[in-house]
């Protein structure tokens, strides 16, 4: 377990979180303690159609309910340009991102907004709701991907056509887009393998689940000026996206992060925030609108369900020859699943010398998908290490020794095209192989234990860091990434590490997009990485300035001693002449010079004024992530219930700036993974209308469900970052499913190919 | 009236602030506003009497009282050090400084706080302070500067000792401080004279007056770290006298600074915030504790009462050989008159061969007195300035003509040392003796006009400002200085200028002490100076990078026409070969090589990055501020009563960066100052109570009283500034004191000697 090492002095240790009193006090301000003089209460009419036309919307008994203060529907909405915009790091189609806020003429799933109402309270607002009348026209709905892809299937987007392979075609189809990744000759790999392993999976829609439903209140000033406070991964995507949503230029919007009651990827796209801000604009009055838990689950991003076929081949002494995978991803109501993630991280634990792999963006009548942690790499490891490990059956391998036969290491490159720099995929086979977890047979009938790799790419992105020193030696670091798993400690412990001071002296603070520079949502396993890069970057700025004043303030007369003898010299001392380790600057010239980081502070008034430093960062040395997971499950014949008894989490964590966080963003995807593994999904009836939308009948893991899951942190450091630093976050959702499904098929016999593994499914497979 | 010249673009327009619309829609966020969950209501108790020992305190009752939440005296207090601790630029003695927010062993004037209640509503906060049992050992009070520092005063601080022209004494002596500045040898000078005048003048205390009252929200949390939102003229002062008194480090402190109705210098000390503090820290609940008016005149800082003898000698040809002052000022009831500034002022706008200044600050049983406006400056020019009018009626010199033979000007020497550098006093009274003002003949009986000039030092200190580029081509600023007279403006348009860019595109933000680097007050007419000197850097650190990230991309191979044929040659592009003028970017060696301020910042994601640009200063060349003013009166013989029948205030403003500001501030200064001569004064009873403790009996000028009040901005730009600013927001109020003096003389043949100049002083007079 990483601890402080003489290398560094902060690093490594773990330190309580500046944010943990606010937040076990109930101090924290969250979206939904938010209060301003004379704030109304949104509320959303959703669609209780799947798929229809919008005939028509009356607004007027609403618009007379006394309490109600304004009605909107997408006619209070610019109309949105149709063309691509750059939004954060991902470019967005403007029209469709305003289309699935408000719905235009058709509404595309059950939920879909089509009006709302700004209240004097609530329960008016609800009230109001009801009188607002929409006539449609309704359609048939399209619920899964098989049947979406079809050629008769119903269309969602009449003017949709699929881009192929990079190519605008002009087909109708509900396939966004076919995309291909491909490396070596494939089917002449397949001629040279000794067994091959062709299986199909499905895996159903999960939701993030997030604790702190999205919520958004918003000025718009008389001014023109638009004021944003919101529960989000990114103050400055959402103040881009409602930007363009509302035609303003995004100087004109100002959004403010509270507190985040979770995100997991699904706080990055707006929902609420452009209705709010057009109620006010209408109702001349700040709006705030909290989305129930119903309104969650039918109208924010799930993650996808997907079909997906793998294929692969082996020499008999278990060498990976050849690759093939077919991913088929629901987009939602409009396109942009992450199955081109899904395609970048369904082979990369392994150095495969052909590989194919094929991944559809299909539309359906569901809510819009929404990246959640590793989006779209769970569904892709689910298949591509269930058939690694039917493979090693099959060759009568130890799964970890395939494995490490396999894995893949610095130099090899990825079906999408990059080289691998120094990663740390084998040490974490290595450490499951010698783990005693590993070493530790597993008896007992029902029983059985799995294994499973996982990739995530992580990813950098841009980033702004200002640190102002104050008086006493402490500093204020000032950053613009939502704090979701620590992050205001592992930056600031990164400042702190690269300054000479404690943890303690380091103040760090979360603005909004007026008070600091453009920084990327927390996502992509990004923050702790490029968040905390620019932190080390701004925290040499200060030292730069530090010693120029150091430097002015030595350079002249000095005692010298010369030939035995004291004498007065004029030496110059630049910048580089003054040394700084330990908290003490040097003067490299003169040994009898030097100041304490506190003492040059304490003078900075004398000295030239504040200091303060600044740095942006935009990392082009990202460090991909791998994982290795033990599982061991009992299975209940009777029921099909599958239960844990010890998990063990092994991951390449670069460097664990804070390893207590690590090992629970470690345990928090572990425990989403299980809960996608063996019960959660959306269930959906005939017409469209999911049927489990609460916490009640939508079955999320509990602790009691789970054994404490343990965590092993193998440091390779990340060359790409000063500290070592990858991204942790993600990639321990990738491996549990397919861990879980090779575990129940040593205890069962069974071969799992759809996920939930929920016990009627297993139960069902038993019976088989 | 300056205008935008064709050397600037938004330098000398008049936009609107950024700060308009919330502050005349009501939604600008006041003190008084402040919400916070279980937030408690604060009331301070305040003596009786003006001098008296605290024999015992009971709380018991109080703390008894139904929704009382905690009951506090000074033995919650830390026990403050006796020593003095650098707070802002200004040294303060932390024991007398915590004294005066909470009192120790004596009360020193009425309305010294001696105790304090939380509830959880202000009604029983202000019931519970009745049921608080304080016994007093009643002391005789000294209410006047004279009385004070004669032998036998009753000593307000038993143990207080006289520091004499910089020495520490053991005298125990109501007199603080007795100060000297002396240049060349006066006694000389006056032996030299063909004329002196000598005369004694009076003032009296008067209040900033500010219609917003003193205000502190505090939340001391569970983690130890201290909050406090207050209304007040310097966030990291506040931080720094809050942590002072209550023994924190400055880094456990974070001041947010809400939007402020009116300082005038009377918002920089603290009273109520480390009050509402410790309240908060027993209640464990935040604390908000505003002021009534009263307690505004009874316990905050008025300008001093002060006594002042002036000597003036002149040659026959009106050329001054020497001047003689010593000035008395009333500190209040701890030590820290503003009588320096004072000796600094007096005399300067003359080149005077010999002069000496003493100065005394002296302690009586009155609230401790605060900066107001040019502190200390206003007392001295009335004396000065009614002097030089007497020199010039006995010589037979217009009094303008007799400021022009001997103002100040470039090298000549102030009595305190400095030397100026170019200055634009002469430039004020030439503006002055050639206004039509002056060239129209004053007619009708008991009619006067009367002439003033005032000089103002003004300050530098330390200001930190950071610009955030956004992809659009604005930019996002963050200071740290209190806006209160239109400087979110005056700074932006001074970064959009030296940006290149529209004034609209620059959006400035005024943040806390966790979001910006140490800025000093809002005061000393310093924060267009300096913080729009760190504006201005910030700007050239923004563009700075910009050029980098061009000679990076320039740099390399390009078409050169060689011969007369176009070849492909590699050229070294460094950051110097780029050039910015009009918000073009261009090469200097290949002209077709160029990009707009926009088009670089919309490529900014391609090219490394956000863009931040950060700036400390700390600047050196103040530019000291001259005015001079001319104003008709009409004095109703009856009743003594003066109506002001003209007013012209000319002034030299450096460089008017946002001319109607700069016109706002002169009329501003102009009104308080004709409050402080016609009519302001603090009313005493015998045992020190105040009689007029409120704005229906304290009487204040309105528009009703005035006339239109005409400026004259004449520009000398100040050397030491890129953009020629010198502070404007004080030296109005220094002349008007005296011009209405000298104008009432001319109307009525009595010389004022004493402020305010009410019906009843005037009346007096006639009838002497």
């Not at 330190?15 to 076990?24: E, L, Y």
């Not at 050629?151 to 990079?166: C, S």
């Not at 396109?335 to 539309?363: E, L, T």
Request: aromatic content about 6%; overall charge negative; glycine content about 10%.
């Amino acid at each position: 377990m990483a601890e402080a090492t003489a290398e560094y002095k902060v690093i490594g240790t773990r330190p309580i979180r500046p944010d943990g009193a606010d937040k076990v006090t109930g101090r924290a301000v969250y979206g939904g303690d938010m209060r301003l003089t004379g704030m109304l209460h949104g509320k959303v009419l959703r669609s209780p159609h799947a798929h229809a036309r919008i005939k028509s919307i009356n607004t007027a008994k609403a618009e007379a309910l006394p309490g109600v203060k304004t009605v909107i529907t997408v006619k209070d909405f610019p109309v949105a340009e149709d063309r691509m915009a750059n939004l954060g790091e991902m470019a967005v189609n403007v029209k469709l991102l305003s289309n699935n806020v408000m719905a235009a003429d058709k509404v595309l799933y059950k939920g879909h907004a089509v009006a709302a109402v700004a209240a004097t309270n609530a329960h008016i607002a609800e009230e109001a709701l009801g009188l607002i009348e929409v006539e449609y026209e309704v359609l048939p709905p399209v619920l899964d991907v098989l049947d979406a892809m079809k050629d008769e299937a119903p269309l969602l987007h009449e003017t949709m056509t699929t881009t192929e392979l990079g190519q605008k075609t002009d087909k109708r189809s509900n396939i966004a887009n076919h995309m291909r990744f491909l490396l070596g000759d494939p089917a002449q790999g397949f001629r040279e393998a000794d067994v091959v392993i062709e299986r199909e999976f499905d895996t159903a829609t999960v939701h993030q689940g997030y604790i702190e439903p999205h919520n958004a209140t918003a000025l718009w000033n008389e001014d023109g000026h638009l004021y944003i406070w919101t529960s989000t991964q990114g103050a400055f995507v959402v103040q881009r996206q409602a930007a363009e949503i509302l035609g303003l230029p995004v100087s004109q919007v100002s959004v403010t992060p509270c507190e985040i009651g979770g995100g997991f990827g699904g706080k990055i796209s707006v929902y609420l925030e452009p209705v709010a801000a057009i109620l006010s604009r209408k109702a001349g009055r700040p709006v705030k609108i909290i989305m129930s838990r119903i309104e969650e689950f039918e109208a924010t991003g799930p993650t996808p369900a997907s079909h997906i076929k793998v294929k692969m081949g082996a020499k008999k002494d278990g060498r990976l020859v050849a690759a093939e995978a077919s991913l088929m991803y629901e987009a939602g109501a409009f396109p942009g699943s992450p199955v081109g993630a899904g395609c970048m991280c369904i082979f990369s634990p392994y150095a495969i010398p052909n590989m194919q792999v094929d991944g559809y963006d299909v539309v359906v009548n569901k809510p819009k998908t929404a990246a959640y942690r590793a989006p779209g790499a769970t569904n892709a490891a689910f298949a591509s290490e269930t058939v690694m490990d039917e493979l090693a059956e099959k060759l009568g391998m130890d799964p970890l020794e395939i494995r490490r036969l396999n894995g893949a290491k610095e130099g090899d490159r990825r079906v999408d095209g990059p080289t691998f720099p120094r990663i740390g995929y084998l040490e974490t086979v290595h450490a499951a192989l010698e783990h005693e977890h590993y070493a530790t047979p597993l008896t007992g009938p029902n029983r059985g234990r799995g294994v499973a790799s996982g990739f995530w790419f992580n990813v950098g992105f841009q980033s702004t860091v200002v640190i102002n020193v104050n008086a006493d030696g402490t500093v204020s670091l000032v950053e613009g990434s939502t704090d979701i798993g620590g992050t205001r400690a592992s930056i600031a412990m990164q400042a702190a590490e690269t300054l000479g001071i404690p943890y303690e002296d380091v103040r760090p603070t979360v603005v909004g997009t007026d008070g600091i520079g453009f920084t990327d949502v927390t996502g992509g396993s990004r923050t702790t990485f490029a968040t905390g890069y620019a932190a080390h970057e701004a925290g040499l700025d200060v030292l730069r300035q530090m010693k120029e004043r150091l430097a002015r303030r030595w350079d002249g007369e000095m005692e010298k001693e010369f030939e035995g003898q004291a004498e007065r010299a004029t030496v110059r001392i630049t910048p580089d002449d003054v040394t700084y380790a330990n908290g003490v600057f040097k003067c490299a010239k003169d040994a009898g010079k030097s100041m304490t980081f506190k003492e040059v502070t304490a003078q900075m008034a004398r000295m030239g004024g504040p200091i303060t430093g600044r740095a942006t960062s935009q990392p082009r040395g990202v460090g991909g992530a791998f994982a290795t997971h033990i599982v061991d499950v009992e299975v209940d014949p009777d029921t099909g219930k599958v239960t844990i008894l010890r998990y063990t989490a092994v991951q390449d964590v670069g460097r664990a700036i804070h390893p207590s966080y690590v090992e629970g963003q470690i345990q928090g995807g572990v425990v989403q993974g299980v809960g996608w593994a063996l019960n959660e999904e959306f269930v959906y009836n005939d017409n469209g209308n999911m049927v489990n939308s609460s916490f009640l009948d939508y079955r999320m893991p509990t602790t009691l469900d789970l054994p404490m899951l343990k965590t092993v942190l193998v440091e390779v450091p990340n060359p790409g970052h000063p500290y070592g630093v990858r991204g942790v976050g993600e990639v321990p959702i990738v491996p549990p499913v397919a861990a879980l499904a090779n575990a129940i098929y040593r205890a069962t016999g069974k071969r799992m190919t759809h996920s939930p593994m929920s016990p009627g499914y297993v139960l069902n497979k038993l019976m088989e």
